[in-house]
């Protein structure tokens, strides 16, 4: 009885000295685009008065347009790029020389063939890139700060977990509150300093990766 007592202690004691598997894993990485939370006003002392602006208050010219820190904005996002370039080189060079023995003379057994030489090099190159790229969605952002010329820097993102994989979207740039239209929506092209992000991991992603074997071939190939 003794001894299966002490076995038990001594579980107990190995599991508790053991870090628990929740708390041992990392907390995720910010990615810098969390959303921001409204900022509590201080309470004001009560006067007596039935209006109170720091509960709430929107000007009848401004509505419910968002103006504040946490309010909530929508990003269409409509953008599309096009890019071409193209490099022509082309090169010619050549030279030849010739020398005449003397018909009598030490050096006359010399053959007139055998002492003409020539050079030529010719140098041809051609290159040609193109990229077309283009994004239509939709995000929500929120305001993480407004500033006094205007404007508002909205941050945001969205996460979707499918079966294959988890993919995001993410963005931030600086925006007119005039801009916002009274659906809360503004266009991405009339956003400043805007940074977009579209990535994911998973299956799918892997498989449109090269390997690391040939990403190693293709360091220390001279081709």
Same mark, same amino acid.
């Given at each position: 009885m003794l001894r299966a007592a002490g076995a038990i202690a001594a579980a107990a004691a190995i599991s508790a000295a053991l870090p628990d598997p929740a708390a041992a894993r990392k907390a995720p990485r910010p990615s810098g685009f969390e959303p921001t939370l409204p900022v509590e006003a201080a309470p004001l002392p009560a006067n007596g008065s039935i209006f109170q602006a720091s509960y709430g208050y929107a000007a009848l010219y401004e509505g419910n347009r968002a103006r504040r820190i946490g309010d909530p904005v929508t990003i269409r996002l409509v953008e599309s790029t096009t890019a071409s370039k193209s490099?022509?080189?082309?090169?010619?060079?050549?030279?030849?020389?010739?020398?005449?023995?003397? =018909?009598?003379?030490?050096?006359?057994? /010399? @053959?007139? $063939?055998?002492?003409?030489?020539? =050079?030529?090099?010719?140098? @041809? #190159?051609?290159? $040609?890139?193109?990229?077309?790229?283009?994004?239509? =969605?939709?995000?929500? %952002?929120?305001?993480?700060? %407004?500033?006094? @010329? #205007?404007?508002?820097?909205?941050?945001?993102?969205?996460?979707?977990?499918?079966?294959?994989?988890?993919?995001? %979207?993410?963005?931030?740039?600086? %925006?007119? /509150?005039?801009?916002?239209?009274?659906? $809360?929506?503004?266009?991405?092209?009339?956003?400043?300093?805007?940074?977009?992000?579209?990535? #994911?991991?998973?299956?799918?992603q892997r498989a449109s990766k090269q390997g690391w074997l040939g990403r190693f071939f293709n360091i220390i190939s001279p081709f």
């Open positions: 490099v022509n080189s082309k090169s010619n060079k050549g030279g030849d020389a010739s020398i005449t023995p003397p =018909s009598k003379g030490p050096l006359s057994f /010399l @053959n007139p $063939n055998a002492l003409n030489a020539s =050079s030529s090099s010719t140098f @041809n #190159g051609q290159g $040609n890139a193109g990229q077309t790229s283009s994004l239509s =969605s939709t995000l929500a %952002v929120t305001i993480a700060e %407004v500033r006094p @010329n #205007g404007t508002a820097l909205v941050r945001g993102e969205k996460q979707m977990m499918l079966s294959q994989g988890d993919e995001w %979207v993410r963005f931030s740039g600086i %925006v007119r /509150l005039v801009d916002i239209d009274a659906d $809360n929506i503004v266009l991405s092209t009339r956003i400043a300093d805007a940074r977009m992000e579209y990535s #994911g991991k998973g299956a799918l």
